[in-house]
Nanobody
Framework: QVQLVESGGGLVQAGGSLRLSCAAS????????MGWYRQAPGKQRELVASISSGASTEYTDSVKGRFTISRDNAKSIVYLQMNSLNPEDTAVYYC?????????WGRGTQVTVSS
């Protein structure tokens, strides 16, 4: 099993930056892909960015060039650096880890971007 705890959310003005962290514990050596998802009020949860154990990354189009996902395998932490934030980025951000056919989720951290 894997446990995930997110941190780093908060309130920021448009154009600002935040860095989210997700600390994994448990069977972390078995984690394949880690990712960040977000869910805005009234919308479905969507993938923001993902990173494989080999450091291959993927981003949803709306955050390309603004967000960067990175992973510290030694510390079992995945980061999401978010720059040039805009109000449309307001959402609860969730960390996710894939271990074989199992998917684990954190409880989420709120990001609010004011205009």
């Amino acid at each position: 099993q894997v446990q995930l705890v997110e941190s780093g959310g908060g309130l920021v003005q448009a154009g600002g930056s935040l860095r989210l962290s997700c600390a994994a514990s448990g069977s972390t050596s078995s984690i394949n892909v880690m990712g960040w998802y977000r869910q805005a009020p009234g919308k479905q949860r969507e993938l923001v960015a993902s990173i494989s154990s080999g450091a291959s990354t993927e981003y949803t189009d709306s955050v390309k060039g603004r967000f960067t996902i990175s992973r510290d395998n030694a510390k079992s932490i995945v980061y999401l650096q978010m720059n040039s934030l805009n109000p449309e980025d307001t959402a609860v951000y969730y960390c996710n880890a894939v271990v074989g056919r199992f998917v684990y989720w954190g409880r989420g951290t709120q990001v609010t971007v004011s205009s």
